[in-house]
């Protein structure tokens, strides 16, 4: 088992920057491939970044180049830096960790963009 919380989610101006952070805990954190999610208001659930157990990151095309996944596995920690934020990145971000056998997901947490 592994239990997932979200933090560093706020409000923020357009351009920007957060960083979101997810705790583990309950398992063998290094394991896992570690993600970060997205759900805006009407709109399905939608994957932002990826990071391998292995440590390769991954993005969609809508992060790449203002968002970076990283992990620390000493610390049981994924982080999700934001930069440049625009007011379509406005979501809740949720977290995930997936492995061949098993998908956690936290109980996610609120950015929003805007003026």
């Known amino acids: 088992q592994v239990q997932l919380v979200e933090s560093g989610g706020g409000l923020v101006q357009p351009g920007g920057s957060l960083r979101l952070s997810c705790a583990g805990s309950?398992?063998?954190?290094?394991?896992?491939?570690m993600g970060w999610y997205r759900q805006a208001p009407g709109k399905q659930r939608e994957l932002v970044a990826i990071?391998?157990?292995?440590?390769?990151?991954m993005y969609a095309d809508s992060a790449k180049g203002r968002f970076t996944i990283s992990r620390d596995n000493a610390k049981n920690t994924v982080y999700l830096q934001m930069n440049s934020l625009k007011p379509e990145d406005t979501a809740v971000y949720y977290c995930?960790?997936?492995?061949?056998?098993?998908?956690?997901w936290g109980q996610g947490t609120q950015v929003t963009v805007s003026s």
């Open positions: 995930n960790a997936h492995s061949s056998s098993n998908n956690y």
């Open positions: 990071v391998t157990s292995g440590g390769t990151p």
């Open positions: 309950g398992s063998i954190f290094s394991i896992y491939n």
